[in-house]
């Protein structure tokens, strides 16, 4: 899938609204040069997700967890 968004804001509704959708135990890969919004979309799904720790970039990390209210 391919989306385009054009603001941190749309970036984050957009993970919101792909979280609501895929549901649970899905795994995604995000791909993207650096500032091309990997991290606000991750923000985006932590916030649907209740999350309260800060978030950190996904970039050459091989997995982060993060408590879920």
């Known amino acids: 899938m391919h989306y385009t968004t054009t ?3 749309e970036t ?3 993970a919101a609204t792909v979280l609501r959708e895929l549901g649970a135990d899905h795994v ?3 791909r ?5 919004g990997k991290t606000t979309f991750v923000k985006g799904i932590g916030s649907a997700l209740g999350v309260v720790d800060v978030v950190t970039s996904p970039t050459f990390t091989l997995m982060n ?3 879920v209210s």
């Open 7 to 9: 603001n941190e804001q």
């Open 32 to 36: 993207g040069d650096l500032g091309s």
């Open 12 to 14: 984050k509704d957009l």
């Open 65 to 67: 967890v993060y408590q």
């Open 28 to 30: 995604l890969l995000l």
